[in-house]
């Protein structure tokens, strides 16, 4: 647990930049003087890339100022329009560094309407106590479905086939060509999208294996293999669902390919890093490998354009740009998803579903004035806390913490009477790095 030094809390004072920081705070989302909530309608929240209409609905509909651009920002257009902007949305475009979030002030919390989240500077998010949300769910079968569209497609040679036609070239034949029924899909990663796929996937008649890091339960008749290069010697198809880290990167190279079947088919709808493309081409090339499907790439365009990549012209290569969750249904559920989270957070302080900052929910106490406090991980912070009760005579309904290795996140729901005056002197610690009285 939380805690701090032995100093009076209700006297400790903090360093003039930590007062001046407490003081922009105040004015961008404390409260009035008379302790109501700061208006909503004064909540200025920004989204990009042509997030769904669903969240921007939902979070308008709640009273909130929303903004919103089709388009990514780069950094320095974010640094730009940022000072004002206490709630960020994005995809997966738009980078959010430390130079954004120095920029941002007011910034309390950034939505990525997607999966992924290493568009966003996590640490330096958490050690400035803004809350960083995705949606881990909402796009998998999007994706799960697009990778049973590339194994029937890889295996009939769909994507030469067509190309050929639309050259004006009529070239029938059963070469190369293959049912999937009865064939063996490897699955690299097995978690939301990769159990969905196995259970698609067994529906048509494949076998599935699949290997992860971690213990995971089979469904249906899946079964688990112990290590990766079991699973590249048995499968006709592998298909890759892993996330972004130092553990998976290029964690398929010349050695790994070579290890798979002749014949079979590559599939990386995960993370561009997964894979090294070089390598790939190559045996796409001598034809060690029958076909790929790849969507996502080491590096990506930051506005649609021209793209080259060393896997263009390979044969029965399909090349998609990055389009796993491109579909209406999904981005429908990725904008409600993040934006409920947000708006739990704003209206409730509630931080379940956060990336980078402790799960934290607690049920609204009635009539009393909830306090949020993010502090840095040290010993004495709760002890200091609890004094300023005492001196202060705060009687406390609820309270919750938890915490993370660096930091700690406290709800505390205290009688309105009491309530500014402990939030004040909560902000005062010096341990503290983000305050607000939410209502």
């Not at 929240?45 to 780069?74: P, Q, Y």
């Not at 699949?210 to 290590?227: T, V």
């Not at 790994?256 to 894979?275: C, D, E, Q, S, W």
């Amino acid at each position: 647990m939380s805690s701090s030094s032995t100093r009076s809390p209700a006297i400790m004072g903090a360093s003039p930049a930590r007062k001046m920081e407490w003081s922009i705070e105040h004015l961008s989302l404390g409260v009035s003087g008379n302790g109501t909530s700061f208006p909503k309608d004064k909540i200025n929240i920004l989204v990009l890339e042509n997030v769904s209409t669903t969240a921007k609905d939902m979070l308008a509909s709640d009273g909130f100022h929303v903004e919103s651009e089709k388009r990514a920002f780069t950094e320095d257009e974010l640094i730009e329009r940022i000072e004002n902007i206490h709630v960020l949305g994005i995809r997966s475009k738009t980078k959010v560094t430390q130079r954004v979030m120095e920029s941002g002030k007011k910034l309390l919390a950034i939505g990525c309407f997607c999966i992924g989240t290493d568009q966003v500077d996590l640490d330096f998010a958490e050690k400035k106590g803004i809350a960083v949300f995705n949606a881990p769910f909402a796009n998998t079968r999007s994706v799960a479905e697009l990778v049973i569209a590339e194994i029937i497609a890889l295996s009939r040679r769909l994507s030469d086939t067509s190309a050929a036609m639309h050259q004006g070239i009529w070239n029938k034949s059963a070469l190369g060509c293959y049912e999937v029924r009865g064939k063996t899909l490897g699955i690299v990663g097995y978690g939301h999208i990769g159990s969905q796929l196995s259970v698609l996937a067994e529906m048509m008649g494949m076998k599935v294996i699949f290997y992860d890091h971690m213990p995971k339960l089979p469904l249906g008749n899946s079964e688990s293999r112990a290590d990766l290069a079991s699973l590249l010697i048995e499968s006709d198809v592998v298909s890759v669902h892993v996330p972004k880290s130092e553990q998976t990167f290029m964690m398929f190279r010349e050695e790994h390919f070579a290890l798979m079947k002749k014949g079979a088919y590559f599939i990386n709808n995960a993370r561009g890093t997964v894979a090294d493309l070089d390598a790939l081409a190559a045996v796409l090339k001598s034809g060690h490998l029958g076909g790929a499907a790849v969507d996502v790439f080491p590096i990506e365009p930051e506005k649609n354009g021209p793209f080259t990549n060393v896997l263009q012209g390979c044969p029965n290569t399909i090349l998609t740009p990055h389009i796993g969750g491109s579909t209406h249904e999904a981005q429908d559920k990725i904008g409600e998803e993040v934006a409920s989270a947000l708006l739990r957070f704003i209206n409730q302080g509630s931080t379940t579903g956060s990336v980078n900052l402790p799960n934290v929910e607690m049920p609204v106490a009635p009539f009393s004035h909830r306090i949020l406090n993010i502090h840095e991980n040290v010993p004495g912070v709760l002890r200091d806390i609890n004094n300023i009760f005492a001196a202060l005579n705060v009687n406390v309904r609820a309270q919750v913490l938890g915490t993370t290795n660096n930091v700690g996140y406290l709800i505390i729901d205290v009688d309105k009477v009491t309530s500014v005056d402990t939030k004040n002197a909560i902000s005062a610690l010096p341990a503290s790095l983000r305050t607000r009285l939410l209502y």
